[in-house]
């Protein structure tokens, strides 16, 4: 079956309609249940007083981090960037990445300290050293190794101790910025591998890291990409250009309203906290639970990206793209929250491994390899293990099915079949796997314990009725995603018109003028 298979526009209305009407009903239920639970006791950590006269669910930290409490410091450090970035343009383009690599580190040194600065630095040095050899299995084991330092005891006391003063955000901005500094020095010290003639400069790998927008919270641009955007000498927008990033800005801060605003209805991020409370919750409110933290996770990572993506298109750099949304995701091969980190797995680890993805064993070293860097990324813990674990399997798993249902006879079946029907059936298989991603990926944005209460009440204690319920929803849902995908996929690459027939041909399939005409036979026409 192709992408482009289409199906009646009566099916797809029916589909929008019921997934409309399951939304809305199970954003009922939670309204409800916030409602109702306002002043729980187990509540009082996280629902505090806001606006309307209402309270408000402030329990997920990084994003009252980055919009209520330290708004003001992180806007005007992002101001001073964007001004000291225009200065620099207007007056040494050829030096503006050298003037945002001197705005960073002074940044740097004057939230965290220079010893945290000196920190930063040997780690630089380090990496870049090791890269000067160019032996890529050994750039590879250093950088892991450094990065294990900030993941394992002793070592993160050590490092921490590094970082002076009670600032209450250097905590974050501790391990924000020394994560990422090990993977752009990573990703530096594999493409100086790569170069034929010659190093990069030390130099270089300072402006790549120190690069504000980029420091403390992503997303990471392998080096390749940033050194090529960050010194093409041609600093010429493209039409309407500047009205696309203001009205990306402008996008973003009506997100961020709307997020804040939904905040004060709906405590989708400390219900799930109260395993009590989760006991005696509809079918419908625990499933639109488990739905909405992962679209709401989704959310604050595109706000977060973007706010910083478009600082980063003003200075003419072309970052990586928000994620795709889970209400987009059907395939675990494009599940990822943030698109960044993926395009650094996927070109150091996962297609350098795995080819073209076509061998069984193959895909199999690519994907634990791959995995077992995103858990020391993450740092090892339980929760980790066992999302790493799931979704590993479930990235295999597609690849198995797909070889299986391409051999005889299932891939005769589906030649026999319509494309609307192979579509349809298609959508059934990827509606169980829809809600694999949901559970898998719960297990690192909430807890084992609610995990577990979703699937039992999904698939035992909701049997049968609210399990063929949901996965009828999902199965509307998974339509109507493939439909969007068709319609992208014909304005990608629009099907070729029919060929005109020869103006000859036409005319010797013409009857003589002189030639008799047959008498049209009234009845026989009518019939026809």
Not at 3 to 20: D, G, H, Q, R, T
Not at 289 to 300: F, G
Not at 399 to 424: H, N, Q, Y
Request: hydrophobic share 50%; charged share 15%.
């Amino acid at each position: 079956m192709g992408i482009k298979a289409a199906l009646p526009k009566y099916e797809l209305y029916f589909y929008n309609s019921v997934l409309c009407l399951a939304m809305f009903w199970a954003a009922s239920w939670i309204f409800e249940v916030s409602s109702s639970n306002a002043n729980r006791k187990a509540f009082k950590a996280s629902v505090k007083p806001g606006y309307f006269g209402r309270k408000m669910d402030t329990a997920d930290f990084e994003w009252m981090m980055w919009f209520s409490t330290f708004r003001e410091h992180i806007l005007f450090a992002l101001s001073g960037h964007v001004l000291f970035a225009k200065i620099g343009t207007m007056l040494a383009p050829q030096y503006r990445s050298l003037v945002c690599m001197v705005y960073g580190l002074l940044t740097v040194w004057t939230s965290m300290g220079w010893t945290y600065m000196s920190l930063m630095l040997s780690h630089c040095i380090l990496l870049y050293s090791i890269s000067l050899v160019k032996i890529r299995w050994l750039c590879f084991v250093a950088g892991l190794c450094t990065l294990a330092t900030f993941k394992c005891e002793p070592f993160v006391s050590w490092q921490a101790g590094f970082v002076e003063g009670d600032f209450e955000l250097r905590h974050v901005l501790f391990y924000g910025g020394c994560g990422f500094t090990i993977m752009r020095c990573m990703s530096f010290a594999l493409e100086n591998c790569e170069r034929k003639d010659g190093n990069y400069s030390i130099l270089e790998l300072l402006k790549y890291n120190f690069y504000l927008p980029f420091f403390y919270f992503g997303p990471i641009m392998t080096f390749d990409k940033f050194y090529g955007q960050v010194n093409k000498s041609d600093l010429t927008r493209k039409e309407r250009e500047m009205w696309n990033i203001s009205l990306q800005g402008l996008i973003h801060l009506g997100v961020i309203v709307t997020v804040d605003v939904l905040f004060h209805f709906m405590y989708f991020l400390t219900i799930p906290t109260d395993i009590k409370l989760l006991k005696h919750l509809s079918d419908w409110a625990l499933v639109g639970l488990a739905y909405v933290n992962l679209v709401y996770d989704w959310v604050k990572a595109a706000v977060m990206f973007g706010v910083i993506n478009t600082v980063s298109r003003l200075d003419h750099l072309d970052p990586p793209k928000p994620p795709k949304c889970i209400t987009m995701l059907y395939v675990f091969s494009e599940t990822h929250f943030d698109r960044g980190i993926n395009e650094w797995l996927c070109k150091y680890v996962y297609n350098y491994l795995g080819g073209k993805h076509e061998s069984v064993v193959e895909e199999l070293v690519a994907t634990l390899c791959t995995y077992g860097v995103t858990i020391l990324w993450l740092g090892p813990c339980e929760v980790v293990l066992f999302w790493a674990f799931f979704n590993c399997f479930g990235l295999n798993f597609e690849l198995w099915t797909a070889k299986v249902f391409s051999m005889e006879p299932f891939a005769s079946f589906e030649m026999a079949m319509s494309d609307a029907m192979s579509r349809r059936i298609r959508a059934i298989f990827n509606t169980f796997n829809f809600w694999c991603i949901v559970l898998y990926n719960l297990m690192a944005l909430n807890s084992l314990g609610f995990v577990k209460l979703v699937a039992k009440r999904l698939l035992l204690k909701g049997f049968p009725i609210t399990t063929v319920v949901v996965m009828f929803v999902t199965y509307c849902l998974i339509q109507v995603i493939k439909e969007r995908e068709r319609r992208q996929a014909l304005i990608d690459d629009p099907d070729p018109l029919p060929p005109v027939p020869p103006l000859n041909a036409a005319t010797a399939t013409a009857p003589p003028a002189d030639a008799p005409q047959a008498v049209a036979d009234p009845s026989k026409e009518k019939a026809e």
